[in-house]
């Protein structure tokens, strides 16, 4: 039997606990995405402290660099099946706590880490193991705010917060590209390369014990109460009596919520579909950038980073306002168009970044342009993934689709335009990217039903 928690009805106005859980959920995003922007933006110096033994040259130090970053992304998908099924099974607040203590002690540790200098080639190693625990805790981070955000929002409400899951990405991007540029700044180079790349990283320890606060301060999700209760009073009935059959699933398209194995690994597929061109240009635009425009345009760092945070700034100005317009026309007919113009723009955009002659003004305005239309796939898409997955497997399904969407499409964007600009000396690597995996994810966003933002969650 399907309960509407949170029917399809006009929005209705938020409690104080759906306010908490929004913040509850949003902060640990924040730190989560600050760091992974951290580790982008300052990328050339840490390949310089920990992959650059003597007589490796600066790219290879780059790839190899950029390659622990994919790895650490690889590690979500497994982050998001371990802590989503702790999730559904014991709730999504004790299951915050976890992942947000994980995340702050790894990022900690790397702004203590030995260099390759002081300790040789343990150093990459360590680096690497302690991005794969970031892995698998902010593989474990998404499911679950997201879950207690759209579990927690009021009817009519679910794309605007889930919405505040991207909006915290984007400002844990831009605080991570503010504080960066604020130490090139104030700092000199050899200081920056010495010492000044760790202060980002510490910077974690403080904002995850505030995070840790507000997490034990956090109710359970009302959804995930109910399911447990009617699981529990279930669990002596005959299995005939509460598990779907073929003569009792609905007839209207949508999935009962006792879904099937098959039928929930089906759904992670096709949010992964769905989610690949929000994987691939945001991390592509609001991420490799700097990289990008020192390493192929000549870019100083500090051109690098205002370049970047325009780019953000366009980012989070556009999510909020596509989710809650998701709320009212539908989450496909904006991520959609999203995705169609980051295909048709990928190349326009990236041309005017290589033109010397364009003034600087309009180079503002393309990357402002881009974040923007990354923002509209970004916005919808988190109320979009709850959607698709009943109560007793959210958790886990909509944190698998999004990990798997991220370790392909995002952790690999790096690493995969450095190598191929590398080997083919083609700069318009990047556009070629985004445009052909958003083109790919159109027709995947094209299977959403045009009324899903109307209907309730599915839940047991």
């Known amino acids: 039997m399907t309960t509407s928690v949170h029917g399809p009805a006009e929005a209705s106005p938020a409690s104080p606990r759906s306010r908490r859980a929004l913040v509850a959920g949003s902060v640990g995003n924040f730190i989560e995405w600050y760091e992974f922007g951290v580790y982008g933006y300052l990328a050339t110096i840490i390949a310089a402290n920990f992959f650059t033994p003597e007589g490796g040259s600066d790219?290879?130090?780059?790839?190899?660099?950029?390659?622990?970053?994919?790895?650490?992304?690889?590690?979500?998908?497994?982050?998001?099946?371990?802590?989503?099924?702790?999730?559904?099974?014991?709730?999504?607040?004790?299951?915050?706590?976890?992942?947000?203590?994980?995340?702050?002690?790894?990022?900690?540790?790397?702004?203590?880490?030995?260099?390759?200098?002081?300790?040789?080639?343990?150093?990459?190693?360590?680096?690497?193991?302690?991005?794969?625990?970031?892995?698998?805790?902010?593989?474990?981070?998404?499911?679950?705010?997201?879950?207690?955000?759209?579990?927690?929002?009021?009817?009519?409400?679910?794309?605007?917060?889930?919405?505040?899951?991207?909006?915290?990405?984007?400002?844990?991007?831009?605080?991570?590209?503010?504080?960066?540029?604020?130490?090139?700044?104030?700092?000199?180079?050899?200081?920056?390369?010495?010492?000044?790349?760790?202060?980002?990283?510490?910077?974690?320890?403080?904002?995850?014990?505030?995070?840790?606060?507000?997490?034990?301060?956090?109710?359970?999700?009302?959804?995930?109460?109910?399911?447990?209760?009617?699981?529990?009073?279930?669990?002596?009935?005959?299995?005939?009596?509460?598990?779907?059959?073929?003569?009792?699933?609905?007839?209207?398209?949508?999935?009962?919520?006792?879904?099937?194995?098959?039928?929930?690994?089906?759904?992670?597929?096709?949010?992964?579909?769905?989610?690949?061109?929000?994987?691939?240009?945001?991390?592509?635009?609001?991420?490799v950038m700097p990289s990008y425009l020192q390493s192929v345009l000549d870019a100083t760092f500090r051109q690098a980073l205002i370049a970047t945070v325009v780019a953000n700034l366009g980012f989070a100005a556009a999510i909020i306002p596509a989710g809650a317009l998701s709320d009212r026309i539908g989450r496909r007919a904006v991520m959609t168009s999203g995705a169609v113009l980051a295909a048709v723009l990928a190349f326009p955009l990236l041309n005017v970044l290589q033109d010397a002659s364009v003034p600087a003004a309009a180079k503002g305005f393309a990357v402002l342009a881009a974040g923007a239309v990354v923002g509209l796939m970004a916005g919808p898409g988190p109320a979009m993934l709850a959607e698709m997955f009943p109560t007793h497997v959210r958790y886990t399904g909509l944190g698998l689709a999004y990990a798997l969407s991220n370790a392909v499409f995002s952790g690999c964007a790096g690493l995969i335009i450095t190598e191929t600009i590398k080997r083919t000396g083609n700069i318009d690597i990047p556009a070629y990217y985004v445009g052909a995996v958003c083109a790919v994810s159109v027709f995947a966003l094209a299977t959403l039903r045009g009324d899903d933002h109307r209907r309730a969650l599915r839940d047991r």
Do not use: C, H, N
Request: proline residues 6%; hydrophobic residues 50%.
């Open 59 to 287: 790219v290879e130090a780059l790839v190899k660099t950029y390659a622990s970053f994919a790895l650490a992304f690889f590690f979500r998908p497994v982050g998001a099946a371990l802590f989503g099924r702790v999730g559904d099974r014991i709730g999504r607040r004790p299951t915050l706590i976890i992942v947000v203590l994980l995340m702050t002690g790894a990022t900690t540790l790397i702004g203590l880490l030995p260099t390759y200098a002081t300790l040789g080639s343990a150093a990459p190693w360590l680096l690497t193991l302690l991005r794969a625990v970031q892995g698998l805790s902010a593989g474990g981070e998404f499911g679950g705010a997201v879950s207690i955000m759209t579990e927690f929002a009021p009817p009519g409400r679910r794309g605007l917060y889930g919405s505040w899951q991207s909006f915290t990405v984007a400002l844990g991007l831009l605080g991570g590209a503010a504080t960066a540029a604020v130490l090139a700044t104030v700092l000199t180079a050899d200081q920056l390369d010495s010492w000044g790349w760790r202060v980002p990283f510490l910077l974690t320890l403080p904002m995850g014990l505030g995070a840790l606060w507000l997490r034990l301060r956090l109710d359970e999700t009302p959804a995930f109460l109910q399911d447990r209760e009617e699981r529990t009073a279930s669990a002596g009935s005959p299995a005939d009596a509460t598990r779907p059959t073929d003569a009792t699933r609905p007839t209207d398209g949508t999935r009962p919520a006792g879904a099937t194995a098959r039928e929930t690994v089906k759904a992670i597929a096709l949010g992964a579909g769905r989610l690949m061109g929000w994987s691939a240009a945001g991390y592509t635009f609001l991420v």
